[in-house]
């Protein structure tokens, strides 16, 4: 298989820890060129890649075949329609945009080009979702009865970052809430409402940094939080079903792994702390056992498989768009139900 031409067009976090190094160590792909603006860091680590000073400079390259849009959210629509209506396949980072309408614009100008259109929805291969979809799709709980997911940070100083500046939609709903969200769709489907509750908590702080998300379900409780003053951690899921429950601490530990430099190659690369491992309580005849779970590997180059396989074998990709465009009205509806103080039926 010809290896899959890919520019980054950017090399901030996102570039340099999701991206870069699964398209390097993946044989399907080879990274040709990455954009950054002033500096020429990506260089250090992949010194045999051009590096461009801007995304127009990316697109024109007519060799590259794949452009991964990981730019600031507020420019993905207007640098994935561009990438498409260059005839480039795109991977887009989470928000895949902030409206429905825009997404619906977008999917469209793929299909009529031919084109991949996929958003980085990773963490649906995080080790510790994993584990909770492997426990689900066995029915170990019984019926699900509530659900609950928290992603928790300790980050009472404001950054100096688009991501801490008054822009539209910027700020944790959009940030951190296409995970939470996407986690929950992909366990328990669409739900028939919303109610949010949206806040700026840190002193100072231009964007929201704090939500709290409720999806409804007709027998299902279903409860997503997101802030950054949350220097106690609580459970990060927790599940509730007829059978008993599951607890799960901890956070996957693939963005720290990344961060520190470990290769997507390495042994350990993907591998759950056994103290974070979760807790499987059931009720057997009326007798409670305990289980420890341990963590399946987590690893993202699962997605990036399944990217390569879309592109040269024309299959579906890893993540969908128009999956992504209820996760987009579940975001909107959460503006809307914290504006109103009331829930948003779907």
């Given at each position: 298989?010809?290896?899959?031409?890919?520019?980054i067009?950017?090399?901030?976090?996102?570039?340099?820890?999701?991206?870069?190094?699964?398209?390097?160590?993946?044989?399907?792909?080879?990274?040709?060129?990455?954009?950054?603006?002033?500096?020429?860091?990506?260089?250090?680590?992949?010194?045999?890649?051009?590096?461009?000073?801007?995304?127009?400079?990316?697109?024109a390259?007519?060799?590259?075949?794949?452009?991964?849009?990981?730019?600031?959210?507020?420019?993905?629509?207007?640098?994935?329609?561009?990438?498409?209506?260059?005839?480039?396949?795109?991977?887009?980072?989470?928000?895949?945009?902030f409206?429905?309408?825009?997404?619906?614009?977008?999917?469209?100008?793929?299909?009529?080009?031919?084109?991949?259109?996929?958003?980085?929805?990773?963490?649906?291969?995080?080790?510790?979702?994993?584990?909770?979809?492997?426990?689900?799709?066995?029915?170990?709980?019984?019926?699900?009865?509530?659900?609950?997911?928290?992603?928790?940070?300790?980050?009472?100083?404001?950054?100096?970052?688009?991501?801490?500046?008054?822009?539209?939609?910027?700020?944790?709903?959009?940030?951190?809430?296409?995970?939470?969200?996407?986690?929950?769709?992909?366990?328990?489907?669409?739900?028939?409402?919303?109610?949010?509750?949206?806040?700026?908590?840190?002193?100072?702080?231009?964007?929201?940094?704090?939500?709290?998300i409720?999806?409804?379900?007709?027998?299902?409780?279903?409860?997503?939080?997101?802030?950054?003053?949350?220097?106690?951690?609580?459970a990060?899921?927790?599940?509730?079903?007829?059978?008993?429950?599951?607890?799960?601490?901890?956070?996957?530990p693939?963005?720290?792994?990344?961060?520190?430099?470990?290769?997507?190659?390495?042994?350990?690369?993907?591998?759950?702390?056994p103290?974070?491992?979760?807790?499987?309580?059931?009720?057997?005849?009326?007798?409670?056992?305990?289980?420890?779970?341990?963590?399946?590997?987590?690893?993202?180059?699962?997605?990036?498989?399944?990217?390569?396989?879309?592109?040269?074998?024309?299959?579906?990709?890893?993540?969908?768009?128009?999956?992504?465009?209820?996760?987009?009205?579940?975001?909107?509806?959460?503006?809307?139900?914290?504006?109103?103080?009331?829930?948003?039926?779907?």
């Amino acid at each position: 298989m010809n290896k899959i031409k890919t520019g980054i067009a950017s090399y901030g976090l996102s570039g340099r820890v999701f991206h870069a190094p699964f398209i390097e160590t993946n044989d399907a792909f080879e990274l040709c060129a990455i954009c950054e603006r002033s500096k020429n860091e990506a260089s250090k680590k992949y010194p045999h890649v051009k590096i461009v000073r801007s995304f127009d400079e990316l697109l024109a390259d007519a060799a590259l075949e794949l452009i991964i849009v990981n730019t600031p959210d507020v420019t993905h629509y207007d640098y994935c329609r561009a990438a498409l209506e260059a005839g480039k396949h795109v991977i887009v980072e989470k928000p895949f945009v902030f409206t429905v309408a825009e997404g619906e614009k977008l999917i469209r100008l793929a299909a009529e080009k031919g084109r991949m259109l996929t958003v980085f929805q990773n963490r649906r291969w995080d080790g510790d979702f994993m584990t909770i979809r492997n426990i689900v799709s066995k029915n170990r709980l019984g019926k699900i009865v509530e659900y609950r997911a928290a992603f928790q940070r300790f980050r009472p100083q404001i950054a100096d970052t688009w991501k801490e500046r008054t822009d539209k939609f910027v700020g944790i709903v959009y940030n951190l809430g296409p995970h939470l969200v996407d986690q929950a769709l992909c366990l328990f489907g669409k739900p028939t409402g919303v109610f949010a509750q949206i806040k700026k908590q840190r002193p100072g702080s231009q964007i929201d940094d704090f939500c709290h998300i409720i999806l409804l379900y007709p027998e299902l409780q279903v409860t997503l939080t997101a802030g950054m003053l949350m220097k106690e951690p609580i459970a990060s899921f927790v599940l509730h079903g007829t059978n008993g429950s599951f607890i799960k601490q901890g956070i996957d530990p693939q963005e720290d792994q990344l961060r520190s430099g470990m290769w997507v190659t390495d042994a350990d690369y993907g591998f759950d702390k056994p103290e974070n491992y979760g807790t499987l309580t059931l009720d057997k005849n009326s007798e409670t056992t305990k289980e420890t779970i341990e963590t399946l590997q987590g690893n993202y180059k699962y997605y990036f498989d399944a990217v390569a396989d879309s592109i040269r074998n024309q299959t579906a990709p890893p993540v969908s768009p128009t999956e992504n465009l209820l996760i987009i009205q579940i975001l909107e509806a959460s503006y809307q139900s914290n504006a109103e103080n009331r829930v948003i039926n779907l």
